[in-house]
């Protein structure tokens, strides 16, 4: 499979480096708690904390979607829209009550899966809760979310890499490709 870079790891590193400072400069003096998705977000939080310069510690959440997923294949030729029922597969170590909380996501795609937990973590009454997405599909959305922080802006096309995967392959690649759809 012939992949294409999309997105070099330097246009990656230089917009992750640009989000730490916005953040950094909303939550100047303050502390923040960065939630990460399972597992797509792992690579992103991990760089991206690094460019926060406030107080921050780490939590992971996990999601399943009901529903059965089509074959990798399928799903590289015409997508996948959930039906938005959201499982939580691992929950948060820590209360989040009072907490300024990012949620770190890889992608942003039908905003299925952020609306559901954007709900769920408001139920716990933070303080504050803004979204954080590396990637945003705007063209496939089918609720009305916006990310507060967003990486880039991408068409609707399949990426792998930095986190992203296909079949569960292809996260660890360090920039983002689009696998061809023939
Ligand atoms: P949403 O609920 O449709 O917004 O789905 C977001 C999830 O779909 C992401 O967390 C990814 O796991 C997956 N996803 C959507 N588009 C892509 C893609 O182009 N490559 C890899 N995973 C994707």
């Known amino acids: 499979m012939e992949l294409k870079i999309l997105i070099s790891r330097q246009e990656i590193a ?6 730490g400072t916005e953040i950094t ?11 990460g998705v399972l597992k797509g977000a792992a690579i992103f939080l991990s760089d991206l904390a690094r460019q926060v310069q406030v107080n921050a510690t780490f939590d ?8 059965a997923r089509p074959n990798p294949a399928e799903e590289l030729q015409h ?12 929950d948060l170590d820590q209360p ?13 795609d039908t905003g299925l899966t952020l ?3 954007k709900n769920n973590l408001l139920a716990r009454k933070p303080r504050t809760l803004r979204l954080a997405a ?25 990426v ?3 986190g992203l995967d296909y079949a569960e392959l292809y996260r660890n690649l360090p920039d983002i490709c689009i696998i061809p759809r023939e």
């Open 60 to 67: 992971f959440i996990g999601v399943s979607s009901y529903g």
């Open 79 to 90: 997508g996948w829209d959930s039906t938005g029922e959201v499982r939580l597969t691992k």
């Open 160 to 162: 792998v890499g930095y």
């Open 115 to 117: 609306t559901y937990l």
């Open 134 to 158: 590396l990637l945003d599909k705007p063209s496939r959305r089918k609720m009305p979310i916006r990310a507060d922080y967003t990486g880039f802006t991408i068409p609707d096309e399949f």
């Open 96 to 108: 989040i009550a009072d907490k300024n909380v990012i949620l770190v996501e890889d992608i942003l």
């Open 25 to 35: 400069r909303d939550f100047a003096q303050e502390s923040v708690v960065l939630v």
């Open 14 to 19: 230089e917009r992750v480096a640009a989000l």
